[in-house]
C-alpha cells in the first residue's frame, strides 16, 4: 500500500528535498538561498495558476502562501469559523482573516487549555472565593469576587493575550504541542482590578520574588493530586498596572472558555501565566516551581542552539516578553485582483512589553520593504493597527509580507527565527497570497 503524504508534512521533514518532488526545482548550491528557477518555476506557476513575478526572490524550501492556508474549521459553540487542534484538552485557533476587528470579540479570541474545565453552570460569581497566601505573603486572606469587585477601583484595558507556541506548525525538525499557525492571538478589552492592588491589601514581604496562582481546572487524568498548570511571574510583572484580575472582556461577563468567572491577566507574556478560573494566588519567596514551570515547559535554550539539537533542562531559560510580531487580517490570504488595482492591506502588530515602532510590508519576497501606517495602541500592551495601499506591477502570483519593528529596534525575521525543542516564540513574518489577473 503506497503511503501518501501531505505539503507541510513533507517540508517540514525536509524543505530541500520537498522543493525537488514538488516542484522538481534545484537549490542554488553557490547561494545561501535557494531561487525559484527553471522547470520548477513553470510547476509552481502552473499550480499557483499565474507567473511570479518576484520569482528570483523567493527562497527555497517555502511553501507558497498560496497553499499553506487552511479553511478546515470545527464548530465551538459560540466560536464560530476557529480551527481545533486539539480537543482534550480544547485548543482552538482564529484564521488570520477573522482577527480583522480591532478589538477581538470573544468569539473570535482562541481556546487554548491544559486541562478540564470546571463546571460552572450554578456558580454564583459574586462568592467566588480566591485565597491569597504563600511565603512572601504578610497577611493571608481570603476574599470572594464580590469583596475584590467592591472594595478595589475597577478598570478597563484593551491588552493583548498570546500562546507561547503560536506559530510552532512552522519549525524544522517539527517540534512537539498544538501545531499553532497564526492565529493564537487576540487583544479584547478586559475589566477588572490591579493584581498588585490586592497583593498589597495582603501584605508584600520584602523576600517577594515571583507571584503565582492555582486555578479549579483539572487534570486530564482525572486525578484531583494532579494540577494542569500553576504558573506564575516575576513581582515587578505581577505589579504593572497592566496585570490585573478580571472578570469581564468586552463589556460582558468572561465566557466559561476564558475563565468564568475570574482570571488572571498579565499582558505581553505568554498567555500561560493569565490563569483563568482563579482560585488561588501565592506570593512566593522563590521562582515558581509549579506545572509547566519547571523542565522544559514555556522555556527556551538561553543560548542559540543548532535546530534539532537536546537541550538539557538546566540550559533552558524561562520566556518572559513575548517577541515583535505582526499579522495581516484583510484581505484574505488568496484574494483575487485586476491589475492597476491598488489593494488596501491591514492589520495589527504587537511587541509583548515593548511598542511597535514602525511597520513594513513587501510583495517581492522581501527584497524592497515599504513603510506602512502606524498607530499607537490604545493603552500600554495593546496591540496596534496598521494599514497601507499596495499596487502590483504586473499580473501574477505575488505574496504580501508583513514586518514590525519594535522601540528597541528589534524586528521580525523574514522566514524562521531560531529553533528552540519546544517549537516556542516563532515570530516570522506573516505571509498572504495575492493574485493579480488582466
Avoid at 490570504?333 to 512589553?353: F, N, P, Y
Avoid at 510590508?361 to 522581501?366: C, L
Wanted: charged fraction near 20%; include cysteine.
Amino acid at each position: 500500500m503506497s503511503k501518501t503524504k501531505g505539503l507541510h508534512e513533507l517540508y517540514t521533514e525536509n524543505p530541500e528535498a520537498a522543493d525537488e518532488i514538488v516542484w522538481g526545482r534545484n537549490v542554488d548550491k553557490l547561494s545561501r538561498r535557494g531561487f525559484v528557477r527553471g522547470s520548477g518555476l513553470a510547476a509552481m506557476a502552473a499550480v499557483l495558476g499565474a507567473s511570479i513575478p518576484f520569482a528570483r526572490f523567493m527562497p527555497g524550501g517555502l511553501i507558497p502562501a498560496a497553499l499553506a492556508q487552511t479553511d478546515e474549521s470545527f464548530a465551538i459553540p459560540g466560536k464560530s469559523g476557529l480551527i481545533v487542534l486539539n480537543d482534550r484538552p480544547m485548543n482552538a485557533e482564529t484564521p488570520a482573516h477573522l482577527l480583522d476587528d480591532p478589538v477581538t470579540p470573544a468569539s473570535r479570541l482562541f481556546v487554548r487549555n491544559n486541562g478540564v474545565p470546571p463546571s460552572t453552570f450554578d456558580v454564583d460569581p459574586f462568592e467566588w472565593r480566591i485565597q491569597i497566601e504563600g511565603e512572601a505573603c504578610k497577611q493571608p486572606k481570603v476574599m470572594t469576587l464580590g469583596e475584590i469587585q467592591q472594595r478595589f477601583k475597577h478598570r478597563t484595558l484593551q491588552l493583548q493575550i498570546e500562546c507561547g507556541g503560536n506559530g510552532r506548525s512552522e519549525f524544522y525538525p517539527a517540534a512537539k504541542g498544538n501545531q499553532w499557525t497564526t492565529g493564537a492571538i487576540g487583544c479584547p478589552n478586559w475589566t477588572g482590578v490591579r493584581l498588585r492592588d490586592v497583593l498589597k491589601d495582603c501584605g508584600i514581604g520584602d523576600n517577594a520574588v515571583y507571584v503565582a496562582y492555582e486555578a479549579a481546572d483539572t487534570h486530564l487524568s482525572g486525578d484531583p493530586t494532579k494540577q494542569p498548570i500553576s504558573r506564575g511571574v516575576p513581582l515587578h510583572k505581577a505589579l504593572e498596572d497592566e496585570s490585573m484580575i478580571v472578570w469581564a472582556m468586552n463589556g460582558e461577563l468572561l465566557p466559561e472558555l476564558h475563565g468564568f468567572p475570574v482570571r488572571l491577566l498579565c499582558a505581553g507574556w505568554p498567555a500561560s501565566v493569565s490563569g483563568k478560573w482563579l482560585t488561588r494566588l501565592l506570593i512566593r519567596d522563590r521562582v515558581h516551581d509549579g506545572e509547566k514551570m519547571t523542565g522544559q515547559s514555556y522555556r527556551v535554550p538561553c543560548k542559540p542552539v543548532a535546530p534539532g539539537s537536546e537541550v538539557s533542562d538546566q540550559d533552558m531559560c524561562i520566556i518572559e516578553s513575548m517577541p515583535v510580531k505582526s499579522l495581516t487580517t484583510y484581505p484574505k490570504s488568496g484574494v483575487e485582483i485586476t491589475h492597476g488595482t491598488q489593494l488596501g492591506v491591514r492589520g495589527h502588530a504587537w511587541a509583548g512589553d515593548a511598542v511597535v515602532k514602525a511597520l513594513h510590508t513587501s510583495i517581492d519576497f522581501g527584497a524592497t520593504w515599504q513603510k506602512a501606517t502606524l498607530r499607537k495602541p490604545a493603552n500600554r500592551l495593546a496591540w496596534q493597527h496598521w494599514s497601507t495601499n499596495l499596487a502590483f506591477p504586473e499580473t501574477g502570483y505575488y505574496e504580501i509580507w508583513a514586518r514590525a519593528t519594535d522601540d528597541d529596534g528589534r524586528s521580525q525575521p523574514m522566514v524562521l527565527p531560531g529553533w528552540n525543542p519546544r517549537g516556542y516564540l516563532n515570530n516570522a513574518c506573516h505571509r498572504i497570497a495575492v493574485m493579480v489577473t488582466a
